[in-house]
């Protein structure tokens, strides 16, 4: 496998950003809606959104080297899908990033609405960059539905990917696997 | 002069003689010359104290009768501020408040039992997530009189205590935290 992704099959790089992510994304979602529901008394009412917040930064890192990296190389093709799988991939993958960024960066803006900054497991702090009356609360309802989007398009990709993986492999070659 | 002291004079008498007449004023929030500060215990060790930023309300208050006074105030529940915005918004959610239900909170007095000593006890209806239950202010006037800028003010103090219970505020937060306390400084400026 090669680093760099080709016209065949992505690369190394971009398939340890894609599962890494994937497995961040979905622990984070997990995470999330576990951690809201904490009793006060709970052991991890604490730790458990401290994680949240230190791996949601991590993967903001990522998903910054992600889009860089999907820029600077050429994209696999897609010739094995029909048009309108076609269309219905590319809408898929593209509305990830916006909605990726969305989901991040408004999580980021819950914790520093009032300035403080976020510590990364006690390894950085990430300052805030605004603070504004409020903003703790339309970043509240932007992260937690754009959590839903971004769950419900990982639910259609995961779904359209594994009918290409065993139901109708064209030219047994895999792009991500 | 002689016509203009006495002109001074006269005003001077009105403003002596009105306070025995009540008077209605409005609670100086332009000026924020009043606030409403809640505090509650943290686990039994220390207070975590907070306050509602928006509000407003009006009294009638007469110092020969203060059995006579009158306050109502109405408070926007989601300008709750504890100085950390994400216990801001927890506290704004369904889990508390619920803002977006019950976006006010008001309280409406009902009978004011004056000492003659400047104290006394308010009880009033409090509405906080739509439950109405009597509380009761222990209130103390602190001052009043005409201010250097032409009006006339009048303020007090107060404390009240309510369960979060009583108000459908079930969140389990530690058996010291059942009960918050309310620290209430009003001024008026008379209408």
Do not use: C
Request: no cysteine; proline share 4%; charged share 20%.
């Amino acid at each position: 496998m090669m680093i760099k992704d080709s016209r065949d099959q992505y690369g190394a790089v971009s398939r340890v950003l894609h599962w890494s992510m994937a497995l961040a994304l979905s622990l984070l979602f997990a995470l999330g809606w576990w951690m809201v529901g904490l009793d006060y008394y709970s052991p991890y009412y604490k730790s458990a959104p401290d994680l949240h917040r230190s791996v949601g930064l991590l993967v903001l890192l990522a998903l910054g080297v992600r889009i860089a990296w999907r820029l600077i190389n050429v994209k696999p093709n897609d010739d094995d899908l029909s048009p309108v799988e076609r269309t219905a991939s590319r809408a898929v993958h593209l509305g990830f990033y916006p909605l990726l960024i969305a989901l991040m960066v408004s999580g980021y803006f819950i914790s520093t609405a009032d300035g403080r900054a976020i510590d990364v497991f006690g390894w950085f702090n990430v300052p805030a960059v605004v603070a504004a009356p409020g903003l703790e609360d339309a970043a509240g309802l932007v992260h937690e539905w754009s959590a839903y989007v971004v769950m419900a398009l990982a639910v259609v990709h995961s779904a359209a990917a594994l009918k290409h993986r065993y139901w109708n492999v064209t030219n047994g070659r895999h792009r991500m696997w | 002069m002689m016509a203009r002291m006495f002109g001074f004079g006269m005003v001077a008498v009105v403003a002596l003689a009105q306070p025995t007449v009540a008077a209605d004023y409005e609670i100086d929030i332009k000026g924020a010359h009043a606030s409403i500060n809640f505090r509650i215990p943290h686990l039994g060790f220390s207070w975590l104290v907070g306050r509602f930023d928006t509000f407003s309300g009006t009294f009638s208050y007469d110092e020969a009768n203060p059995a006579a006074a009158k306050i109502a105030v109405e408070i926007d529940t989601a300008s709750i501020n504890s100085n950390h915005a994400e216990r801001d918004k927890h506290l704004r959610g369904a889990d508390f408040l619920d803002v977006t239900t019950f976006p006010k909170a008001t309280f409406v007095s009902r009978s004011v039992t004056a000492d003659g000593a400047g104290k006394a006890k308010i009880v009033g209806d409090f509405t906080l997530r739509g439950v109405t239950k009597p509380v009761t202010i222990d209130a103390v006037v602190v001052g009043g009189g005409a201010d250097p800028w032409g009006g006339y003010r009048q303020g007090f103090a107060g404390k009240a205590k309510l369960a979060l219970a009583d108000f459908g505020i079930l969140k389990e937060l530690g058996p010291a935290s059942k009960e918050v306390e309310l620290d209430l400084h009003v001024e008026g400026v008379r209408k």
